[in-house]
T-cell receptor, first 109, second 114 residues
């Protein structure tokens, strides 16, 4: 089967750095996405990785290793507004998006 | 700029009643359209997707149906709701033939079936 694994919940302190991991097993690979979803709201796009390496976008970075079936989202200089769920999704060889259950990130002052 | 809007935002329906959720996209033509359901603690579940008017693909057999009467309109329906239909429903669109397949989501509709 196909599955995406990410931690259910993480807690971090305002101003700190947090890394959210995602491992995947899918039938083929055509890219990995990270979305942010605040409670009760729709997901919004954060990043897309299709080649190995690190993609940096402001305070957020996303890393991909296709050989290991692994990605992480790195959030720096955490702010209270970063409290949200972070969804990892992989596009397989049929261009279907397989979604993880999301990681709820709690930021404490 | 492109926008997506879905409604209603919240609804409470009795078991056995009908359902209609509507989604419209503005500012783009011939988008791919999607209906997802999100249950607590689970990943987004793709219910239906459409690549054009009248073209609907169903991913999960259930008592829901979808229709695309116009290029930028996508409707999710049910004739008789079940308790298990409760959840957060999300409409989304993407560009046809896009390399990244990025999805743009509507605001979501929270359905409670009692």
């Amino acid at each position: 089967g196909q599955n995406i694994d990410q931690p259910t919940e993480m807690t971090a302190t305002e101003g700190a750095i947090v890394q959210i991991n995602c491992t995947y097993q899918t039938s083929g690979f055509n890219g990995l996405f990270w979305y942010q979803q605040h409670a009760g709201e729709a997901p919004t796009f954060l990043s897309y990785n299709v080649l190995d390496g690190l993609e940096e976008k402001g305070r957020f970075s996303s890393f991909l290793s296709r050989s290991k079936g692994y990605s992480y989202l790195l959030l720096k200089e955490l702010q209270m507004k970063d409290s949200a769920s972070y969804l990892c999704a992989v596009m397989n060889s049929n261009y279907q998006l397989i979604w993880g259950a999301g990681t709820k990130l709690i930021i404490k002052p | 700029s492109q926008t997506i809007h879905q409604w209603p935002a919240t609804l409470v329906q009795p078991v056995g009643s009908p359902l209609s959720l509507e989604c419209t996209v503005e500012g783009t033509s011939n988008p791919n359209l999607y209906w997802y359901r999100q249950a607590a603690g689970r990943g987004l579940q793709l219910l239906f997707y459409s690549v054009g008017i009248g073209q609907i693909s169903s991913e999960v057999p259930q008592n829901l149906s979808a229709s695309r009467p116009q290029d930028r309109q996508f409707i999710l329906s049910s004739k008789k709701l079940l308790l298990s239909d409760s959840g957060f429903y999300l409409c989304a669109w993407s560009y046809q033939g896009a390399d990244t397949g990025e999805l743009f989501f509507g605001e979501g509709s929270r359905l409670t079936v009692l």
